[in-house]
């Protein structure tokens, strides 16, 4: 008993540590978070993985055992303690237990024994009677519950970790240790993985994962194991017809559904079915569920916006998610990688009432580099709305622990990203920009809003500022003055340049307006100079932004992948009953509880002298209670007070 | 003392269950079966086999519930008549919310909620008005208050369930689905089961501090309602749509109420105890109850919350079992209900076994609050998992 409780406070130990401690993250992760010391002690421990840990699997099976023997012993007794019904009892016994009383009745022996026989069994007790040589004995017994409901929780213990042990991964731990499995940890496809990490369908049970495409099949669950997989073969395969994703009005998912073709040559032909969460389709012992939705693939036609080299037409792009591709850029080859493209993208909107609102599509990709470094961006394929403007936005991180930094690229009056191209284009364009920084020189030296100079020099610089400027955005500018103006000047010279810059930047922006066929003698719409501030804005912050293209979503096919869970679990069918069993002998134990009458007769001078004794090991009040109803009607019968 | 031979007369109420029921017991039941009928009749193309069964098993229950204690059926009539006056006055359209006299101050599911938050406070301050004034008309009003404070959170679900359907058929289902249902579900189930012991044991003394961590949840829900602006019906995710919810929560809850119960019993049994050794003749030594007493009901409460718990867990794994593809998945909030499972398993055992009683009984009522309270709030806020419903 001592023991079993002590398991059970390790067990909860153990179970509070598992929570604590997110279990089953990739091992990178913890190295991360732990630094290298910790992260083997931990490993060491098990504490990645606890409940699967030997340790604990040792304790759970101590339990087992230790819950096994306690019922063992004492399921003997309790069976004879059910059916006993204390006859033997003395006199002076009775009159030991706390609720006792006594009468002196003038009545012949019998009734006063019929008399008692009918009123506790009236209370529902049942009754036996014992003639001594010169007494008789009724013997009362209410109650079994709290000896079944003790058997009852207690086997439903063992039943339910035997049952919860067989779901485990103990056999896995076995054969590993027997060097009979080995686990994978290479990212290779399912039928490139070798025979020492597969399992057979006969195995007995498992929970795994797999993905499959619209159109797709598959045979095979990968089970995640420690910091790898093993190949689960399935004893059919499934083909996935169709995955639909239902959305409530306000945009939050409503359901999940999957169209499954089960085929297998046992059925005489493939079982169609549809499974959504929490309607999932048993086969062959085999449960599927309705896990998760991913990309099958889709296939995407991107436009490349140069934001290196001076290009004016962008590249198409055409690839499929999951794949990669090499692409040229100015600052040499880089890897391509499509990782995901979202439909819907449901977030939480701005405006009251409204709690979410979809986005749009999304693709998230990243661009890696010959050394092997990447970035991963996030591009919304139609412009957002931030404050009543549009941009196309594009978020970028350099590792997946970051949040995304987002690029806000303003998009013209009819909501595409050619003005903002364009206007790009042209500061990049030398030749162009110092025609305009002419112009520009011309008109500033009239006003005499710069020193005195030869308009090529000031021309000059003026293009110099703005090629630093789109280069490197503003950081780089500020550079350049450290660079050059001694210290005590830097405060005026960089407001002026400043001025300068903005003043170029403003002229090829008129021209371009002007070109747009726009007329701008009345001064620029609220629209066209706020498009300016935040095109300039976006212009400094490409440098950060770190990519050679902006990559526009054009066009997309969506193909999507249903993420299904597949288990077999066979101590289902021990853990169940397991359950049951518990719940009945819980509710048995408290509210059946065993209760125990006498009433011990005896002639004595021409009367009969009656003792009404009575113990109950639980629930003493409610027996209390109820022994002073029965004690007070009898009073009633054997001291009438007439 | 018996002088001469007589004849022994016993006489025993033969009656039987159904004899000894009242003219009123039988309207009572004659209203819930034709309720019952009316709904199954008319929302039975809406429901499943398992939503059939239910709905069955519901009436079954309180049925057998009110004919044992007669008060829950003034209290299933005042909810089923105010729920559907509310639920005509909206006439189909949430709008009325705004417009309608009685929706806007007294029946719509919030104006309810609120009427249940301020009577729960103020019923926690009468309570102790009585046990320090003694004058058994505070006490009554203490008593009614409760009372009606838990019909008018009864007709807040009742009427926030109706009014889901008002804003969308796919949306409409049974409000026990996120932090701030469930809290009102706590606060109603933890006051009825107290009602319960306070007129079975016929004492009032432990209604102030019962009605203590009621109120305490009243303060966390209009937080919760005001500050996170979370009292918004807001539709149910995949995983929720399942009538394992219309089980599983409340059964969940009447584990959750019944611990808090006992572990405010526990104070009340420290407070009496200490009272007792350092000033026997002060109010607290003289007017609460007896220590026996406290120690029953605290046994009784958790023997109730257990069981309780014990089913709603099963349930649980039986759902999740469905929905997740596992009955045991080592979910944070599946580990906590096992811990908080563990610890109540503990208690009883040391109780009913090792005759464990007293102070250390009751100290260790009141830490099960901790713990019971992490599993219920902790998990969602500090711990990730499958089970986060409720989020802070």
Same mark, same amino acid.
């Given at each position: *008993?001592?023991?079993a409780i002590?398991?059970?406070?390790?067990?909860?130990?153990?179970?509070?540590?598992?929570?604590?401690?997110? %279990?089953?993250?990739?091992?990178?992760?913890?190295?991360?978070?732990?630094? +290298?010391?910790w992260?083997?002690?931990?490993k060491?421990?098990?504490?990645?993985?606890?409940?699967?840990?030997?340790?604990?699997?040792?304790?759970?099976?101590?339990?087992?055992?230790?819950?096994?023997?306690c019922?063992?012993? =004492?399921?003997?007794?309790?069976?004879?303690?059910?059916?006993?019904?204390?006859?033997?009892?003395?006199?002076?016994?009775?009159?030991?237990?706390?609720?006792?009383?006594?009468?002196?009745?003038?009545?012949?022996?019998?009734?006063c024994?019929?008399?008692?026989q009918?009123?506790l069994?009236?209370?529902?007790f049942?009754? /036996?009677?014992?003639?001594?040589?010169?007494?008789?004995?009724?013997?009362?017994?209410?109650?079994a519950g709290?000896?079944?409901?003790?058997?009852?929780?207690?086997?439903?213990?063992?039943?339910?970790?035997?049952?919860?042990?067989?779901?485990?991964?103990?056999?896995?731990?076995?054969?590993?240790?027997?060097?009979?499995?080995?686990?994978?940890?290479?990212?290779?496809?399912?039928?490139?993985?070798?025979?020492?990490?597969?399992?057979?369908?006969?195995?007995?049970?498992?929970r795994?994962?797999?993905?499959?495409?619209?159109?797709?099949?598959?045979?095979?669950?990968?089970?995640?194991?420690?910091?790898?997989?093993?190949?689960q073969?399935? +004893?059919?395969?499934?083909?996935?017809?169709?995955?639909?994703?239902?959305?409530?009005?306000?945009?939050?998912?409503?359901?999940?559904?999957?169209?499954l073709?089960?085929?297998?040559?046992?059925?005489?032909? +493939?079982? /169609?079915?549809?499974?959504?969460?929490?309607?999932?389709?048993?086969y062959?012992?085999?449960?599927?569920?309705?896990?998760?939705?991913?990309?099958?693939?889709?296939?995407?036609?991107?436009?490349?916006?140069?934001?290196?080299?001076?290009?004016?037409?962008?590249?198409?792009?055409?690839?499929i998610? !999951?794949?990669?591709?090499?692409?040229?850029?100015s600052?040499?080859?880089m890897?391509?990688e499509?990782?995901?493209?979202?439909?819907?993208?449901?977030?939480?909107?701005?405006?009251?009432?409204?709690?979410?609102?979809?986005?749009?599509?999304?693709?998230?990709?990243?661009?890696?580099?010959?050394?092997?470094?990447?970035?991963?961006?996030?591009?919304?394929?139609?412009?957002?709305?931030?404050?009543?403007?549009?941009?196309?936005?594009?978020?970028?991180?350099?590792?997946?622990?970051?949040?995304?930094?987002?690029?806000?690229?303003?998009?013209?009056?009819?909501?595409?990203?050619?003005?903002?191209?364009t206007?790009?284009?042209?500061?990049?364009?030398?030749?162009?920009?110092?025609?305009?920084?002419?112009?520009?020189?011309?008109?500033?030296?009239?006003?005499?809003?710069?020193?005195?100079?030869?308009?090529?020099?000031?021309?000059?610089?003026?293009?110099?500022?703005?090629?630093?400027?789109?280069?490197?955005? *503003?950081?780089?500018?500020i550079?350049?003055?450290?660079?050059?103006?001694?210290?005590e000047?830097?405060?005026?010279i960089?407001?002026?340049?400043?001025?300068?810059?903005?003043?170029?930047?403003?002229?090829?922006?008129?021209?371009?307006?002007?070109?747009?066929?726009?007329?701008?003698?009345?001064? *620029?719409?609220?629209?066209?100079?706020?498009?300016?501030?935040?095109?300039?804005?976006?212009?400094?912050?490409?440098?950060?932004?770190?990519?050679?293209?902006?990559? %526009?979503?054009?066009?997309?096919e969506?193909?999507?992948?249903?993420?299904?869970?597949l288990?077999?679990?066979?101590?289902?069918?021990?853990?169940?009953?397991?359950?049951?069993?518990?719940?009945?002998?819980?509710?048995?134990?408290?509210?059946? +509880?065993?209760?125990?009458?006498?009433?011990?007769?005896r002639?004595?001078?021409?009367?009969?002298?009656?003792?009404?004794?009575?113990?109950?090991?639980?629930?003493?009040?409610?027996? $209390? !209670?109820?022994? %002073?109803?029965?004690?007070?009607?009898?009073?009633?019968?054997?001291?009438?007070?007439? | 003392?018996?002088?001469? =031979?007589?004849?022994?007369?016993?006489?025993?109420?033969?009656?039987?269950?159904?004899?000894?029921?009242?003219?009123?017991?039988?309207?009572? $039941?004659?209203?819930?079966?034709?309720g019952?009928?009316?709904?199954?009749?008319?929302?039975?193309?809406?429901?499943?086999?398992?939503?059939?069964?239910?709905?069955?098993?519901?009436?079954?229950?309180?049925?057998?519930?009110?004919?044992?204690?007669?008060?829950?059926?003034?209290?299933?009539?005042?909810?089923?008549?105010?729920?559907?006056?509310?639920?005509?006055?909206?006439?189909?359209?949430?709008?009325?919310?705004?417009?309608?006299?009685?929706?806007?101050?007294?029946?719509?599911?919030?104006?309810?909620?609120?009427?249940?938050?301020?009577?729960?406070?103020?019923?926690?301050?009468?309570?102790?008005?009585?046990?320090?004034?003694?004058?058994?008309?505070?006490?009554?009003?203490?008593?009614?208050?409760?009372?009606?404070?838990t019909?008018?959170?009864?007709?807040?679900?009742?009427?926030?369930?109706?009014?889901?359907?008002?804003?969308?058929?796919?949306?409409?289902?049974?409000?026990?689905?996120?932090?701030?249902?469930?809290?009102?579900?706590?606060?109603?189930?933890?006051?009825?089961?107290?009602?319960?012991?306070?007129?079975?044991?016929?004492?009032?003394?432990?209604?102030?501090?019962?009605?203590?961590?009621?109120?305490?949840?009243?303060?966390?829900?209009?937080?919760?309602?005001?500050?996170?602006?979370?009292?918004?019906?807001?539709?149910?995710?995949?995983?929720?749509?399942?009538?394992?919810?219309?089980?599983h929560?409340?059964?969940?809850?009447?584990g959750?109420?019944?611990? $808090?119960?006992?572990?405010?019993?526990?104070?009340?049994?420290?407070?009496?105890?200490?009272?007792l050794?350092?000033?026997?003749?002060?109010?607290?030594?003289?007017?609460?109850?007896?220590?026996?007493?406290?120690?029953?009901?605290?046994?009784?409460?958790?023997?109730?919350?257990?069981?309780?718990?014990?089913?709603?867990?099963?349930?649980? $794994?039986?759902?999740a079992?469905?929905?997740?593809g596992?009955?045991?998945?080592?979910?944070?909030?599946?580990?906590?209900?096992?811990?908080?499972?563990?610890?109540?398993?503990?208690?009883?055992?040391?109780r009913?076994?090792?005759?464990?009683?007293?102070?250390?009984?009751?100290?260790?009522?009141?830490?099960?609050?901790?713990?019971?309270?992490?599993?219920?709030?902790?998990?969602?806020?500090?711990?990730?998992?499958?089970?986060?419903?409720g989020?802070?």
């Open positions: *008993m001592n023991l002590t398991l059970l406070v390790a067990i909860s130990f153990a179970s509070i540590i598992g929570t604590v401690l997110q %279990q089953n993250q990739p091992y990178s992760d913890y190295l991360l978070k732990f630094g +290298p010391f992260f083997e002690v931990f060491a421990l098990g504490l990645f993985q606890v409940y699967s840990a030997i340790w604990f699997l040792i304790i759970l099976g101590f339990l087992v055992l230790s819950t096994s023997v019922i063992y012993r =004492n399921m003997p007794r309790m069976f004879r303690e059910m059916q006993d019904f204390r006859l033997e009892v003395k006199e002076k016994s009775l009159r030991n237990h706390k609720h006792h009383n006594e009468w002196e009745v003038a009545a012949p022996i019998e009734e024994l019929s008399v008692s009918e009123l069994a009236h209370h529902g049942r009754l /036996r009677e014992k003639a001594g040589d010169n007494y008789q004995l009724l013997s009362a017994i209410k109650g709290s000896r079944w409901g003790y058997l009852l929780t207690h086997i439903a213990i063992v039943l339910i970790c035997i049952g919860g042990l067989m779901d485990g991964n103990v056999l896995l731990k076995i054969a590993e240790s027997l060097g009979e499995i080995k686990v994978e940890k290479r990212n290779i496809l399912a039928n490139e993985v070798p025979d020492i990490s597969r399992l057979a369908s006969s195995n007995l049970s498992y795994g994962n797999v993905s499959i495409p619209e159109g797709g099949g598959a045979n095979v669950v990968f089970l995640g194991y420690k910091d790898g997989y093993l190949v073969q399935l +004893p059919f395969t499934i083909e996935v017809e169709d995955f639909r994703i239902e959305h409530y009005e306000s945009g939050q998912p409503k359901s999940f559904e999957s169209d073709v089960i085929v297998d040559d046992e059925l005489e032909a +493939p079982l /169609r079915e549809t499974i959504s969460v929490n309607h999932p389709l048993t062959k012992g085999v449960s599927i569920y309705q896990a998760s939705f991913g990309d099958g693939g889709s296939k995407i036609e991107l436009k490349g916006w140069s934001l290196a080299g001076a290009q004016k037409e962008p590249v198409a792009i055409k690839g998610i !999951n794949q990669s591709q090499k692409i040229q850029t600052i040499g080859e890897d391509l499509l990782n995901d493209f979202r439909l819907f993208n449901i977030q939480p909107s701005p405006e009251e009432g409204r709690k979410f609102h979809n986005i749009g599509s999304s693709i998230q990709f990243k661009l890696r580099a010959a050394t092997g470094e990447a970035k991963e961006y996030l591009n919304y394929m139609s412009p957002i709305s931030t404050d009543g403007r549009l941009y196309f936005m594009s978020g970028v991180r350099s590792s997946p622990a970051e949040p995304f930094q987002y690029l806000y690229l303003p998009a013209d009056s009819s909501a595409s990203i050619h003005r903002f191209m206007f790009y284009n042209r500061l990049k364009d030398s030749k162009g920009l110092h025609q305009l920084a002419l112009k520009a020189a011309s008109a500033t030296t009239d006003s005499g809003a710069v020193p005195e100079g030869g308009q090529e020099e000031i021309a000059n610089m003026m293009s110099m500022l703005v090629r630093i400027y789109v280069q490197g955005g *503003m950081d780089a500018v550079g350049a003055i450290e660079s050059r103006i001694p210290e000047k830097r405060e005026e960089a407001g002026i340049y400043v001025k300068i810059l903005r003043h170029l930047l403003g002229t090829v922006y008129l021209d371009l307006l002007k070109e747009e066929g726009q007329s701008i003698e009345k001064g *620029m719409s609220e629209f066209d100079s706020q498009f300016f501030e935040d095109a300039g804005a976006a212009i400094g912050a490409i440098e950060r932004y770190g990519s050679p293209f902006y990559f %526009q979503l054009v066009n997309y969506h193909i999507q992948a249903t993420g299904l869970q288990t077999r679990s066979p101590g289902k069918n021990l853990v169940y009953p397991g359950c049951f069993m518990l719940a009945l002998g819980v509710f048995l134990m408290f509210y059946m +509880p065993q209760r125990r009458l006498w009433v011990w007769l002639k004595k001078d021409g009367s009969v002298q009656v003792i009404l004794s009575g113990n109950a090991v639980r629930n003493e009040m409610d027996f $209390a !209670n109820e022994y %002073q109803e029965i004690h007070e009607k009898l009073d009633e019968v054997f001291s009438p007070h007439t | 003392m018996v002088t001469s =031979n007589q004849t022994l007369k016993l006489e025993l109420d033969q009656r039987s269950l159904l004899q000894r029921l009242k003219l009123t017991d039988w309207i009572w $039941a004659a209203m819930l079966l034709a019952t009928f009316f709904v199954y009749g008319e929302y039975n193309e809406l429901m499943d086999i398992y939503e059939k069964g239910i709905l069955i098993l519901t009436a079954a229950t309180l049925l057998v519930m009110g004919f044992s204690w007669r008060a829950l059926q003034i209290l299933t009539t005042l909810i089923a008549l105010l729920s559907l006056f509310a639920l005509s006055r909206y006439g189909g359209e949430l709008a009325q919310v705004e417009q309608d006299f009685f929706l806007k101050f007294m029946f719509s599911s919030q104006s309810a909620i609120m009427w249940m938050s301020a009577l729960y406070v103020m019923a926690t301050i009468a309570y102790f008005g009585w046990l320090f004034s003694q004058v058994e008309f505070v006490g009554r009003v203490a008593s009614s208050m409760t009372w009606i404070a019909a008018m959170g009864f007709v807040g679900l009742m009427v926030r369930w109706y009014e889901s359907y008002l804003i969308g058929t796919d949306v409409g289902h049974i409000p026990v689905s996120n932090l701030y249902e469930v809290f009102i579900l706590f606060s109603i189930i933890t006051a009825l089961i107290y009602l319960h012991y306070e007129k079975r044991y016929n004492t009032r003394s432990l209604g102030g501090f019962v009605l203590l961590i009621i109120s305490a949840a009243v303060g966390f829900l209009l937080w919760y309602a005001f500050d996170r602006n979370a009292a918004g019906i807001q539709p149910l995710v995949p995983a929720l749509q399942s009538y394992w919810m219309k089980i929560v409340p059964a969940n809850f009447v959750y109420g019944a611990f $808090a119960l006992a572990a405010m019993v526990g104070v009340v049994y420290l407070l009496k105890k200490r009272a050794d350092h000033n026997p003749t002060g109010v607290m030594a003289l007017r609460l109850p007896e220590l026996n007493m406290l120690d029953d009901v605290m046994y009784k409460s958790i023997a109730l919350g257990f069981a309780f718990f014990t089913l709603a867990t099963i349930l649980g $794994a039986l759902w079992a469905e929905a997740w596992g009955y045991w998945s080592w979910d944070p909030k599946e580990t906590w209900a096992l811990i908080v499972w563990l610890n109540y398993a503990a208690w009883l055992h040391m009913l076994t090792k005759g464990w009683r007293g102070r250390p009984m009751a100290w260790w009522s009141v830490i099960g609050l901790f713990v019971t309270l992490f599993a219920f709030l902790g998990v969602n806020m500090f711990l990730s998992g499958l089970h986060s419903y989020e802070l």
